[in-house]
């Protein structure tokens, strides 16, 4: 039962071909996550990938469309790697990804994040499955901490 | 009783001569809502009037802060849309509005935010009367989505 | 016991040396904060001191890395007055931060958002011990109202 459905998410995972990173440990004096009751709020994460930042700089200047859905994907993993550390390990807690918060590093007059931040949506439902689906914002930050193209933010509810 | 609250509601709608819009479909795979408990996320809604977009542009450049904030009550009436239909057409169910996150398309050095995120937060309490009544943080975002003014986001308390 | 916890806060604030502001009333037609459930939202707030803005402009221009962080700090005052406020005096019911939302007004191209808000993260815990330790975004703002250099928005759980 919760086996078998920790199995779906874990082969899921499996069949997509994703490791999920190990849990960056937040960069200042704040949690990667807090929980009160049914729900999860995990903390805005950057496009980590191997320990190292992948994906730098503004859209439509030094990051193509591409990159940054790229990099929204990278924010996802990211999301999904403090939530299996806030549920000890086991995904099938979530019930739902209620809410993604995205900011995509872009200049004046860019149109395309919804295109760059499916990139995180995508994959929270390829993984998750119906529990993936979530509300959402997209809009565009002048700048992002460390000069990182997308961050993205989240909020789940859990068992 | 439900009925008299009802009414009172949609009363309100009629005598502002106000007709929701229909409630947009995402622009990406993502849901216009999401609900946990109580809690209802509205994702954040463009300035869609008559199933197009209405007001696009920086403010303070193609945009001006009236038409803004006119583009921040269209985002509003999109919110109640949303909120509408996933409460099965009854928007009596909407206990208060929790909090607005209000974006707007606005180049460094722009001062009026609140002035138009006001469009928002003037129609949610004309519209609900004191269930209307929120918190909301409103900020600058170099850019939105298709180029739109005003991007706007929504928690509820529903029952 | 109550009591007591209650003077670990407050003689906290006081051995840190420090006065919550009067808190703020709204620039518009919304509430400073709202509560649903052990759910309380507090609104954007800006780094008012002693009644009037205290640090505006953008970082990197006007306002140094430091000034911004010193404006992130006198945000989280004014969240904690506005917390204060809506638990009736009793900081003590506050169960724990949540999360932050914070916005710095800044170029294209700056990087040190987290550092900046730092001196929001870390009154926070300096104040509420380890019941202020909270998820948070930091992101870059086009532009903030008034021009400050920091908005800050939160959500604790209450009791």
Redesign the interface.
């Known amino acids: 039962m919760a086996t078998a459905e920790a199995n779906s998410i874990e082969a899921r995972l499996a069949a997509l071909g994703l490791n999920l990173p190990i849990a960056a440990a937040p960069?200042?004096?704040?949690?990667?996550?807090?929980i009160?009751?049914?729900?999860l709020?995990?903390?805005?994460q950057l496009p980590f990938e191997d320990g190292k930042l992948a994906v730098v700089g503004?859209v439509g200047k030094a990051v193509s469309v591409e990159e940054a859905e790229h990099a929204a994907r990278l924010c996802a993993l990211n999301i999904l790697a403090q939530a299996k550390a806030a549920l000890d390990g086991d995904l099938e807690r979530i019930?739902?990804?209620?809410?993604?918060?995205g900011?995509?590093?872009?200049?004046?007059?860019?149109?395309?994040?919804?295109?760059i931040?499916?990139g995180a949506?995508?994959l929270m439902?390829a993984v998750l499955g119906d529990a993936g689906?979530?509300?959402?914002?997209?809009?565009?930050?002048?700048?992002?901490?460390?000069?990182v193209a997308v961050?993205i933010?989240a909020?789940f509810?859990i068992r």
């Open positions: 960069a200042a004096n704040y949690l990667p996550f807090t009160s009751g049914s729900t709020y995990v903390a805005g503004a019930v739902r990804c209620l809410k993604l918060g900011f995509v590093n872009a200049p004046a007059g860019f149109t395309d994040h919804p295109r931040i499916n949506s995508d439902v689906r979530h509300a959402r914002f997209a809009v565009g930050a002048s700048s992002l901490p460390m000069n961050e933010d909020v509810e």
